[in-house]
């Protein structure tokens, strides 16, 4: 009975822990040339220090570097199609194309 009990307590308590860091990204344009990326997590634990990558259209790395202590990454806004990605490990990776970068 309480191996029973114990294995219901764990497998309900399992979805909640993996909610519990969901990963929180977005960016802006400033609209000269500068973009600003934030991130977070939905426990509101830090983001900093999270691996950042602006690639090209073609996925060639053009930036890497990381959330700065703020959860913040500003950079230049590259030339033609990118993307930025929050890489934050396995199941905590997020993807912003440039085109859905907006001022």
Known sequence: M???ALSVL??????SIALAHT???????FGDNTILCE????????AAGVEMLVLD??????IKSE???DGEFEFQKPEGTYKVIFNAGPGHALEIKGEDIVE
């Open 2 to 4: 309480k191996k029973t």
């Open 23 to 29: 990963p929180l990204f977005s960016c802006y344009d």
């Open 67 to 69: 959330m700065s202590e």
């Open 10 to 15: 764990i497998a309900l308590s399992v979805p």
């Open 39 to 46: 991130g977070g997590f939905s426990d509101g634990s830090s």
């Open 57 to 62: 259209g073609s996925d060639k790395e053009i």
